[in-house]
């Protein structure tokens, strides 16, 4: 069953222990993307996948670290595969929306168009197969970290692009990005410990009756 909580202690634990995770686990694809920025990019995908597991992974220990507190039976575990495979089809839609805005105008529309909500749903969905044994409305936590994931990746874009140059050594490069996942990080942690809040001051989700049997 869920344990009582209080509202600002649990979202502060989740906003410092989620930002702090995030941020680390970034290092991974920060460092990866700079290392690999002059290699074609089927010759970079598989260390950024890679990168993008071990982010995910990072990022749903934290999680899952906190919101067992909330709901002891929460199965840690399957929550931190979960993120993490969510986290390396996340870094594969994104890498297929590169890809097609390099070619015609209508392919890079139709590319983002498809495979942009599909990015921002993927670690909300993921995480909603074992969300959803513990709580009720448990569904709105896919669009829920949509948009928290579309607020967070907007801000790391506005630092980090008019930042980022070609010919830059690896380290600044690196510096820069991490600088920026940082405040990224920040932004969907807050986002997402306001809604889990939410989600967990309505209770757990009712567990169904077996039928009983008769005769």
Do not use: K, N
């Amino acid at each position: 069953m869920t344990q009582p909580l209080s509202a600002r202690p649990f979202h502060l634990r989740w906003t410092l222990t989620v930002t702090a995770a995030e941020a680390a686990g970034f290092l991974a694809p920060a460092v990866v993307g700079a290392a690999t920025a002059d290699l074609p990019w089927y010759g970079a995908l598989p260390a950024l996948l890679a990168a993008g597991a071990v982010e995910g992974a990072v990022l749903g220990w934290a999680q899952a670290a906190v919101l067992r507190r909330a709901l002891p039976a929460l199965r840690g575990t399957r929550w931190v595969m979960l993120t993490a495979v969510a986290a390396v089809v996340a870094y594969l839609l994104g890498t297929a929306i590169g890809l097609g805005a390099t070619g015609p105008g209508w392919a890079a529309i139709v590319v983002a168009a498809v495979c942009g909500p599909l990015l921002l749903l993927s670690i909300g969905g993921a995480q909603w197969l074992e969300l959803r044994h513990h709580v009720a409305r448990a569904a709105t936590w896919i669009p829920a970290t949509a948009v928290a994931w579309l607020l967070a990746l907007a801000a790391f874009l506005l630092l980090a692009t008019p930042l980022w140059h070609e010919g830059q050594r690896v380290g600044v490069s690196v510096a820069i990005g991490a600088g920026a996942g940082v405040v990224m990080a920040f932004v969907q942690a807050v986002l997402t410990g306001w809604w889990l809040l939410r989600l967990l001051s309505q209770g757990r989700r009712p567990r169904r009756r077996q039928p009983v049997p008769t005769g």
